[in-house]
Structures are given as C-alpha cells and as structure tokens.
C-alpha cells in the first residue's frame, strides 16, 4: 500500500515536469482522468489482477460450458453412472477416488450417476447467474433509491429510510425459506411440473426483496455527504436541474463506492443462493447448481468425500478470488485508505 | 467615485430586511421548535453597478448566510432581495433560472469547488449547457477556452481534472466558471481566504482586472481587512447577524466610529516592528455570544467597553449618528452605536487624522 501510495506521487510529480516539458516545447499537456489513474493503480496490484484473471475464468468457463461440455463429450444431465454401471448397489462409485478416470475426471456422482465436471460447469451458470441478476437489480435499486434519498433528504429521507429498516428488520434465512415456495406457487398450479426458470426467477425475487438496502443506505450517506459539496452547489446556481445534478454531479463521485460494494456483493449471493439450494428451497434436482451438489455429497460424505471436494474446492476459490478482487478495486480508487 | 456611481444608476441589487433564522428542533417523531439561530437579523444593503462591497466580521457572523441568501440557495426567513427591483427569493422555475445568469458566485474552498470527476472544460462549459441560449453547441468549446484565456490559463488545459491544479489555478477554473454566463454580479465568498498569501495577491488582482473588463460588481465576502481594503469601493462591517457599520473604504478604515469596527481594526497586524509599541490595541474580553441567545439591545454590549445601561434595553439602529450628522467629516457614515465616536489613531503607524 505505502509503496503503492509513494509511486502515485512519484508519478504525479513526473507527470508534473513531463507536463512542464510539454508546455515548454508547445505541445498540448494530456490529462489523465481519476478512472485511468485508478487502473494504472490497479495494474500494479499483482494479488488483484490475479483474482481478476481467476474470476474472468470462472465467468469463461460458465458462458462457455455447453462448449467446454461438447469437448469433453459429457453432458450433465446423462445417468452415466448407472447407465455404464459405474456404481454399486449403494449407488456409490465403483472405483476409488469417486469414479475419477480417463473418461470421468472429477469422477461420477453417487446415487444418479452424473457427470461431476459437467455438473460443476454447468453449475456455476445457474449459481453465478442468480446471483448476478440479484446483484445487478441490488445495485441498481439501491443506488437510485439512496441517490434521491441523500438528496432531496427531509420527508423522503424519512419515509424511505423506514421502509428500508423495515425491510432489513426481516430475518433473511427464515424469509427465503418461507417466500420462495409461495413465489414458486403463485406462477405454477400445484401438481404441474414447474418450469426452471419460475424457480430461477423466484430465487432471484426473494433475493433481491432483502438484498438493495444495505447499499442504499451506503450511497444515502455518501450522498448526504456530497450534496453540500460546493460544486453541488455551483451546478444549482446554474440552475441545473435535480436529474441533472444526481446524473451529472453526484453518480460519477460515489461510482467508486458502488463499484466496490457490488464486487462484494456478488460473492455474498452466490454463497445465500447454494445456502437456499442446500435447506431445500433453491434450485431443484436435475437442475445443475453448486448448493443442491453439497447437499447431495452431505449424504454421502462418509463414503464418498471426493464428490463434496470440488464444488467446495471451487465455490472457496471463487469467493476468496471475487472478495480479494473488491478490496484491490477498493484500493486501486481510494489510493488513501491504508489497511 | 462611489457617490458618482450612486448619483448616476440606480442599485443592481438591494438587500431590504433580510432574516434567516435556522430553527432548532427536538424530538425525533414529534419536531417541535424550541429556538432559532438568528445567524442573519436584519440586514439591509444597496449594490451598485461595477462596484466592490465588503462585508467583513468575524467568523460566525452570519457573512456566508448572507451569500447563501442572495443566491437563492437557501431561502430567506423575512425580508426582500431585489435585483434590478425584482424580488428573487420568491422566484422560481425558469424565472429564477433566467435571474441565476445574472447572479453568479465564486466560492471559498477551491479544492470541493470543482468536481472531481469532471475536466476543466466540462467544469467552466457546464452552465452553457444548462443555458444553451447563452452560446449554441458548436461555440462552446471555443467560449470554454476563451475564458480559460481570460483567467490567465493555458486554454490547452481543457482536457485536465481539477487534481492535477494548484490551488490558486483551480480557485481561477472556478472564477471562469463564474464569468461563463455573462453575469453582472458575483458574490465571492472568502474567495481567497483558502489560498496562500503569494497566490491571493495574484487572485485579488485577476478580481480587480475582471471588474475593470467586465463591468462585475462583486459583494465580496472576507475576514481580512487589508484585502477588502484593497478590492472595495464600500465596506460593510457585520457582527453576529447585523450590520453595525458602513461606508467607503476611507470611512470605515481611517475614521470608524463603531466601537467593534475600531476593535476589529486594532487587530490588524502591523508589518512594522517599530510601531508596535505606540499601536493602541483593544482588546475584547469574552467571546462572541451565541447566536442562539442574542443579547437584548445593542449585540455587541456585552464585550463593549462603553456600554451603558441604553444599550441593553434600545437596539442602535444603522444611521449616521447625530454627532456626525451633516458634519461633511469623513465620519458622516452609519453606524449603529448609540455613542458613536471616532477614535484617533487607529490604524497604528499612520498619522493621526483630525
């Protein structure tokens, strides 16, 4: 962080004389903007590009997983296991190590008999999609929500700043829980199949319900922070309008903040969805999803821990590397936070 | 020269009773009003066209309520502003808008003034696209870097973010913002008072040069003396919310009559080690009241070394004191004191005047 802190003066001290000599010799001065300078910041920071290449290839590999399926010849709705009879009578594997071999790599799941490496890909689509889509609808709210919050203040303030406590006095886990089957049966009619993505979009609702206040709240403070700022002040005497100060004048300075929160964000969602996944309420069987396969290798661990290794192995990566990536994005746009 | 230019037009701007109190609350479901800050009681004054006021006082005197008011950004308890006889406080919508392109403001700290995510150009051409009257679309990158030429900037500059400018260069960003819309009156907020003293001189003179060119006039707000001094035609001396004196420059700094003026100007630092010993301090015990809990009276009776009796149950009103009256004696200027008096020798250094 110091050394980091040190070179950004340097910088800007060399950037001051290059300036000094380009004026001199008469050629127009560039002005890097905050956005570049905190990507020079970032490029330097070696832990966070690694989280980013790591997370790049977890969303790689989740938009290319009917690809990376074809070439390894598995999908990962076949019964393999049963259909080849690579399982006892127990429905465990026949061969050590959870049925790793030439054919299976990460080895077959107990009881169905699927796949492992095709379940894990395909999972990350459906994990990493609800929690995408609840992130994104997250943010969006509550930025908008806590941007007219901070700035029009007084009655507003008031009255939206009781809802959100009001949302946020629900217990999160109990509400899933009970909400997302009642979701669930006002689209479908009990006893008909339901479709996947009513179940989807049913996890992402509930979700989101509880999930925008925290950075509402976040962006409300800073908001309330920045609207007496001068130059908020300088774009009313102007006679700019409210949609155009909180557009033009107050957006671009708490982007940082948001940036930050929803790269933390996203793994907490993904880990609440394979939560709601592993009590029961989340995606179904034969749906692929990271929570429904802990909860089948929670059955089955004492006999079989190869099969709860990977998903564990993979959902630990891609929420230590997406956290690490959020503190490096915080550090490369708040040069001055020392941690 | 100010009674010429007094003779000759009529106020740009007149500040009539103004009153702003902020009331204090308690209670968290039930607000109920238990006092108010009267951080601006009653002030009262003319601006005319292509001249510097001074408004000068302590800090917590109620100066930069006054700029909020007259700019609109915050509106006035009581009392009237009008600019050429119209009253703002009580426009709003595309009137106020139209009034805003007049009445512009330069502010104090040049280092929240400027946004940071915006460049120099989108900085000083923003109110052209608030007002796109002003100047059409395709001119406003070559107005941007007219005024940045003005203000004594690189017009390359324009592509640059406020961080990568001294103070001084971004209290100018701020100026030519200011001046973008053509305005007539700029009210300047300490402008100065964040910068260091090399870079105030060359800011205050950027001002002067400005006025000269433009025909501003400026209500400028400071806590140093030798800089009103050295901008303003008139100089208006506030303590706690009021205005207790006023008057030219030559009036209020060579023959104040007001006890607080003299207190106030006795404090000015002489940069003249040998004079220091025959300089004539007044020292004011105890502080500035609340403006909370204003003293009955005259404001300033409770650090006043003349206070008498009168002065806790009658308010001095602004005028010129019946001593001085049609006198012809620089002294002939109002002052709210009821034993208003001049006092020689208070600028330490300088000749007694008589």
Redesign the interface.
Known sequence: MTSARETTTTG?DN?TDA?LAR?ASGT???????RQLAWIRFRRDRTGVVCAVIVACFILIALAAPLITKAYGKNPYTLYGQDDGLLNSYGLPLKPNGGIDGAHWFGVEPGLGRDVLALLVYGIRTSLGIALCVTVLSVVAGVTVGLFQGYLGGRTDYVVGRFSDLMMSFPQQLFFIAFTPVIVAMFVRPGNAEPTWIRFAALVIVQFVLGWMALGRLVRAQVLSLRT???V????????STA?IVR??LL??I?STVLVQSTLLLPVNVTAEAGLSYLGVGMQTPTPDWGLMFQDAAQYYQSDITYMFFPGVAMVVFVVAFNLLGDSVRDALDPKTVR | MTTDRRGAREPILQVKGLVKHFPLTRGVLFRKQVGAVRAVDGVDFDLYPGETLGVVGESGCGKSTVARVLMNLEPPTSGRVLYKGEDITRLSGPALKAVRRNIQMVFQDPYTSLNPRMTVGDIVGEPFDIHPEVAPRGDRRRRVRELLDVVGLNPEYVNRYPHQFSGGQRQRIGIARGLALNPEIIICDEPVSALDVSVQAQVVNLMERLQREFGLAYVFIAHDLSIVRHICDRVAVMYLGRIVETGGDAQIYEHPTHPYTQALLSAVPVPDPDARGGRDRILLTGDVPSPAAVPSGCRFRTRCWKAEPRCEERMPELAVPRAFRDSGTPAEHPSACHFAQERVRVLPGEEPVN
Do not use: I, K, M, T
């Open positions: 800007s950037e300036a004026a127009v001065p560039v002005g890097r903007s905050p700022r001068e130059y002040e300088a774009a009313r005497l102007s006679g700019a155009r033009r004048e671009p300075n982007w």
